[in-house]
Antibody, heavy 121, light 109 residues
Framework: EVRLLESGGGLVQPGGSLRLSCAAS????????MNWVRQAPGKGLEWVSG????????YYTDSVKGRFTVSRDNSKNTLYLQMNSLRAEDTAVFFC??????????????WGLGTMVTVSS | QSALTQPRSVSGSPGQSVTISCAGT?????????VSWYQHHPGKAPKLMIY???KRPSGVPDRFSGSKSGNTASLTISGLQAEDEADYYC??????????FGGGTKVTV
């Protein structure tokens, strides 16, 4: 069964850091772009970041550039998102999403259930 | 990176058809044949319904169809069923490695 399971969310103060993980199973992890998509409370979906299958190519939405770092460990079938300098507006459910293709695209065929990140003092 | 524009809500009776529009620009929806649509029941994982404007993944009923004209894409749900009540998001690939979602449309049956 193809599955994605996020972890690492929680409550963090503004300016703090958090690392999210996404454990993948049921497919050849290294063959696909992996992504993070978030949903702030009462808001819509927002693509945050993507990473190529080898980990060499990374992509970010403008609002997180310089603060968030995406990475992957293909030996562990795990995707990560290191989030630094967190702001209140980063409060959201963060979903891990498998890309449909090897290159970055807008097609996400498998999603996890998400992990909640709350940035508040 | 501006979001694509969708209506906040649409509604229809069981058996009817509804169409959700998704307005972008010549740098995303209008330029690429890369529009996808996602169904999201709150608290659950989003589900891919349409990709590459018109393609349906295996398992998605043919009641769901996609189209595009110029800078605007559309999702049509024919023969509405109660389980179709959900939030729907369009998504496009854009210039300079951008991926942009619409603001979402709540479908009420």
């Amino acid at each position: 069964e193809v599955r994605l399971l996020e972890s690492g969310g929680g409550l963090v103060q503004p300016g703090g850091s958090l690392r999210l993980s996404c454990a993948a199973s049921g497919f050849t992890f290294s063959s696909y772009v992996m992504n993070w998509v978030r949903q702030a409370p009462g808001k819509g979906l927002e693509w945050v970041s993507g990473i190529g299958g080898s980990g060499d190519n990374t992509y970010y939405t403008d609002s997180v550039k310089g603060r968030f770092t995406v990475s992957r460990d293909n030996s562990k079938n795990t995707l990560y998102l290191q989030m630094n300098s967190l702001r209140a507006e980063d409060t959201a459910v963060f979903f891990c999403a498998k890309g449909f293709r090897y290159q970055l695209s807008n097609v996400f065929d498998i999603w996890g259930l998400g992990t909640m990140v709350t940035v508040s003092s | 990176q501006s979001a694509l524009t969708q209506p906040r809500s649409v509604s229809g009776s069981p058996g009817q058809s509804v169409t959700i529009s998704c307005a972008g620009t010549s740098s995303d929806v209008g330029f690429y044949t890369y529009v996808s649509w996602y169904q999201h029941h709150p608290g659950k994982a989003p589900k891919l319904m349409i990709y590459d404007v018109t393609k349906r993944p295996s398992g998605v009923p043919d009641r769901f169809s996609g189209s595009k004209s110029g800078n605007t894409a559309s999702l049509t749900i024919s023969g509405l069923q109660a389980e179709d009540e959900a939030d729907y998001y369009c998504c496009s690939y854009g210039n300079n490695y951008r991926v942009v979602f619409g603001g979402g449309t709540k479908v009420t049956v």
